[in-house]
């Protein structure tokens, strides 16, 4: 159970974007069509922002948006806030044998 | 409004158990898969362990197989975790999360410190 890629860091000013990437295999994030999108605050538990590479929960602003091409998905956030500072966490689903599977974390900073 | 609140953590030394809860109210604890994760300090997230609605269904991450249970009482609305033959690298916060779907985590509990030391 390999945790899925992701780049450690990445910034961006207010009002600008940034795309995190997720890289898996065939297996996991390239297999099926259920990658999710969790932003975790320091000393705070995860909040799920994007479901099946790239629904919405209710709630969560239309600033985030997801998708996947092959065995890689991303998540943009669009208009950057400083409020959007944080641990952003991919997952996918990967079949009855490894079930779970998270990504490596990226720190995202607001210059 | 749905809340989870695990439960159970401490110090316990390597070799030990521990029995981690988790209460859940707000919503029809029985109609919902759940789940446990595990964040080491400093480290990100990794999943432990998943259990259906009814509890027939149970999967494991490798590195918990053969020391971990989950298990769940739905007329309690709780989840549990039992931990075996703990070892240092079991160090976490652990969380349960409700499951909406195929794999989304919609609702995460505080989490609860589990240190494994002698």
């Known amino acids: 159970q390999s945790a899925l890629t992701q780049p450690p860091s990445a910034s961006g000013s207010p009002g600008q974007s940034v795309t995190i990437s997720c890289t898996g295999t065939?297996?996991?994030?390239?297999?099926?069509?259920?990658v999710s999108w969790y932003q975790q605050h320091p000393g705070k538990a995860p909040k799920l922002m994007i479901y099946?590479?790239?629904k919405r929960p209710s709630g969560v602003p239309d600033r985030f948006s997801g998708s996947k091409s092959g065995n890689t998905a991303s998540l943009t956030v669009s208009g950057l806030q400083a409020e959007d500072e944080a641990d952003y966490y991919c997952?996918?689903?990967?079949?009855?044998?490894?079930?779970?599977?998270f990504g490596t974390g990226t720190k995202v900073t607001v210059l | 409004e749905v809340q989870l609140v695990e439960s159970g953590g401490g110090l316990v030394q390597p070799g030990g158990s521990l029995r981690l809860s988790c209460a859940a109210s707000?919503?029809?604890?029985?109609?919902?898969?759940m789940n446990w994760v595990r964040q080491a300090p400093g480290k990100g997230l990794e999943w432990v362990s998943y259990i259906s609605s009814s509890g027939s269904t149970i999967y494991y991450a490798d590195s918990v197989k053969g020391r971990f249970t989950i298990s769940r009482d739905n007329a309690k609305n709780s989840l549990y975790l039992q931990m075996n033959s703990l070892r240092a690298e079991d160090t976490a916060v652990y969380y349960c999360?409700?499951?909406?779907?195929?794999?989304?985590?919609?609702?995460w509990g505080q989490g609860t410190l589990v240190t494994v030391s002698s």
């Open positions: 099946e590479v790239s």
């Open positions: 707000g919503f029809t604890f029985s109609s919902y898969e």
């Open positions: 999360a409700r499951e909406n779907g195929v794999a989304p985590l919609d609702y």
């Open positions: 065939s297996s996991d994030v390239g297999g099926y069509n259920y």
């Open positions: 997952s996918s689903y990967a079949g009855s044998n490894n079930f779970y599977v």
